[in-house]
């Protein structure tokens, strides 16, 4: 549409040399949307009564008292900062200027909070942000898993639409060999070795053969969830106290810092699974940006042909790589069965592959970007769980798809234009 054509933005540099930036129209516009959608939520749902946040429990080291507003007063006072914020961005743009990141997470951090406080106004229970971020924190570990495995897959030049896949068969080998040996430990190490197979299946027709790389992936999902829901029906289900009722992870409680009110629990009281995730999102990150491996990643997956020419093996680099991409993969899976629950579903996962590759495009892929858009889906999982306590008028289908929809909202790019990798998704052929 014409609304949404960039402006160009001409920036005069030394000498007659100008360079030309292009600054997109899509943030303002998003925000001027999502402005004028909660006034209108506000304007016809107008609710009475104040709204209780919670944000200690009694095991705290010190408590922080709870924080009561008038719901729909307080709603309103966020619409008028989303409208300045909203101004300020339009004001950039039409100066030519790009609208900074934090403007956007401030924006963002306004309306959960005013949205909140309306949905929480006259209930009777309140609103606990403890429980809301650990929710969210849980919800958001296989994402993070997946969406690692997505950036080293997609840095090295191979697009891993079977995310998804690796995450299920995680999954149930996690938990088939979790019940068999009784031993969550056992149960994680297959997944890891469930994810790995899984990637060496794609690398074989992706790379060695130079199958399309989606279609490759997705024929993957597919088939995965046909084996898995197959060996669930005629193998588990018959002997399920057996062979799909595994041990769990318990959680390890931090000294000191499990007791920081709001995030204590819910970054410091988690399962070991959990503690590796914070592990291995800054580890891929250094891999990938501080080491000769990370740069050979890095160059087979922009110019494969120029990686070739000083002398670094291009295959055997891009099958290394999603090797470790399914193995980080089927960590995630794992925590399905090990961490979540002790026994397998048919398709639990429910599309957490796909929300994490929309990860790695909202994280521009980088490690870290991606692991915070992660938290962002599993924070938008998590909402539905907290409004139910409060009794907000939400309907439950609108807070179910919520997640699905803010996945739209990144791959559409209306958080910010993203490339990819040059050669992502392009099989290399020796010349």
Known sequence: MTALAPTPAVVPAAGEHRRVEVVGKKAPIALAIVTALFALVLALGSREGDASFRFATQTDFFAIPDLVVPGT?????????????????????????????????????????????????????????????????????????????????????????????????????????????????????????????????????????????????????????????????????????????????????????????????????????????????????????????????????????????????????????????????GVGGAFYTVVSVSSFGKEMTAGAGFIALAAVIFGKWDPVRAALAALLFGFASNLQNALSLVGAPVPSQFMLMLPYVVTILAVAGLVGRSRGPAAAGEPYVKE
């Not at 409208?83 to 997470?105: C, D, G, H, I």
């Open 73 to 329: 007063t307080f709603a309103w006072i966020c619409v008028g900062v989303m409208t300045l914020l909203t101004l300020a961005a339009v004001a950039l743009v039409a100066a030519r200027r790009r609208v900074p990141v934090w403007l956007s997470f401030l924006f963002a951090f306004v309306f959960l909070v005013g949205f909140l406080a309306w949905a929480a106004a006259g209930s009777s229970a309140d609103l606990p942000v403890f429980r809301l971020v650990g929710g969210s924190v849980l919800l958001a570990v296989p994402i993070v898993f997946g969406s690692l495995g997505g950036v080293i897959g997609e840095r090295a030049g191979v697009v891993n639409i079977a995310i998804e896949g690796q995450l299920l068969a995680g999954a149930f080998t996690a938990a088939f060999v979790g019940s068999v040996t009784d031993s969550p430990w056992a149960g994680l190490v297959a997944a890891v070795v469930a994810g790995v197979l899984v990637a060496l299946v794609l690398g074989l027709f992706t790379i060695t053969y130079r199958v399309n790389q989606v279609i490759v992936g997705v024929v993957l999902n597919v088939l995965v969830i046909g084996v898995t829901s197959f060996l669930y029906s005629k193998v588990l289900v018959p002997d399920g106290a057996t062979l799909n009722d595994t041990e769990r992870f318990d959680p390890i409680a931090i000294p000191v810092l499990s007791k920081i009110p709001v995030i204590g629990p819910a970054l410091f009281n988690q399962t070991f699974v959990v503690y590796l995730m914070y592990v291995t999102v800054p580890a891929v990150w250094f891999a990938l940006m501080r080491t000769r491996w990370g740069l050979r990643v890095r160059a087979v997956g922009e110019h494969p042909t120029a990686a070739d020419t000083v002398g670094i093996k291009v295959e055997r680099t891009r099958y290394r790589a999603i090797m470790i991409a399914g193995a980080i993969a």
